[in-house]
T-cell receptor, first 111, second 114 residues
């Protein structure tokens, strides 16, 4: 079956760096995406890794190791507005947008 | 175009009633997806359209659920004979042909079945 594992909760202070890990077991793998979702809001795309390595977008970076079935999202210079849920999602099908999502990590940023 | 829009945002219904949700994707996107999300969980894939063709439907989706995308523009998701277990957020997403790993989600339609 398909499964993704990520920590349920993470807490950090403003200005710090936090890493959210994601391990996956899926029947197929075409890429790993990360989404942010604030309470009551829509999931919004953060990053996508199809190949091994690090992708950097401003304060956010995402890493993928396909051999380890592992990825992480790195958030730097944390701000209060980064408090949200973060989901990793595996594109596990040739159907481009069909993804299996993890259950999310709730990040709380404290002053 | 400001993004994916969904209507209604909230729906409360009694068990056994039928409900219909509408999704208007980003106009240039030919791919449209329906996902369902319950509290504390990630979105769960329901079905997918490319233009007007429904190309895939989750095995988890019972025959009480039906989706359409006439003319390849907006889409509707209908749930017949609702059950309390159908209570969830129904999310619509769209993407273009050149996939970059990004799905554009709408704000969702929250269904509460009493």
């Amino acid at each position: 079956g398909q499964s993704l594992e990520q920590p349920s909760e993470v807490t950090a202070v403003e200005g710090a760096i936090v890493q959210i890990n994601c391990t996956y077991q899926t029947s197929g793998f075409y890429g790993l995406s990360w989404y942010q979702q604030h309470d009551g809001g829509a999931p919004t795309f953060l990053s996508y890794n199809a190949l091994d390595g690090l992708e950097e977008t401003g304060r956010f970076s995402s890493f993928l190791s396909r051999s380890d079935s592992y990825g992480y999202l790195l958030l730097q210079e944390l701000q209060m507005k980064d408090s949200a849920s973060y989901f990793c999602a595996v594109r596990d099908d040739t159907n481009a947008g069909k993804s299996t999502f993890g259950d999310g990590t709730t990040l709380t940023v404290k002053p | 175009d400001t993004g994916v829009s969904q209507d209604p945002r909230h729906k409360i219904t009694k068990r056994g009633q039928n409900v219909t949700f509408r999704c208007d994707p980003i106009s240039e996107h030919n791919r449209l997806y329906w996902y369902r999300q319950t509290l504390g969980q990630g979105p769960e894939f329901l079905t997918y359209f490319q233009n007007e063709a429904q190309l895939e439907k989750s095995r988890l989706l019972s025959d009480r659920f039906s989706a359409e995308r006439p003319k390849g523009s907006f889409s509707t998701l209908e749930i017949q004979r609702t059950e309390q277990g159908d209570s969830a957020m129904y999310l619509c997403a769209s993407s273009g042909t050149g996939y970059t790993g990004e799905l554009f989600f709408g704000e969702g339609s929250r269904l509460t079945v009493l």
